[in-house]
């Protein structure tokens, strides 16, 4: 499968993005997805993830309450509304997906990721 993120950019504090995810294939419905993100000199750390049904979701403690993920399995697609974005929000933003049963918040456990969407919150 194949992932495309797109719909980051440059907000100021205290904005919102909405960040998109399209997939390729018929086995999207299927996959766990979640987003994860990277600042510059810093690791990849884990955002949000939604299990295949989209009945459960979980999020980094540092973006629960601001952000949701949600997915679309008709259109193939998974999104990160980003609301009341911080300059430490700033990082490029990777969709990844999983193909076993279940919620993962670690990357080595997502078979799947896309190109990365830079966000830019400026203060």
């Known amino acids: 499968v194949q992932l495309q993120a797109s719909g980051g950019g440059l907000v100021q504090a205290g904005g919102s993005l909405r960040l998109s995810c399209a997939a390729s294939g018929r086995r999207f419905s299927t996959y766990t997805m979640g987003w994860f993100r990277q600042a510059p000199g810093k690791e990849r750390e884990f955002v949000a993830a939604i299990i295949r049904s989209g009945g459960t979701t979980t999020y980094a403690d540092s973006v629960k309450g601001r952000f949701t993920i949600s997915r679309d399995n008709a259109r193939n697609t998974v999104h990160l509304q980003m609301n009341s974005l911080k300059p430490e929000d700033t990082a490029v933003h990777y969709c990844?997906?999983?193909?076993?049963?279940?919620?993962?918040?670690?990357?080595?456990?997502?078979?799947?990721w896309g190109q990365g969407t830079l966000v830019t919150v400026s203060s």
């Open positions: 990844a997906g999983k193909t076993n049963l279940g919620i993962a918040t670690t990357s080595s456990r997502y078979d799947y």
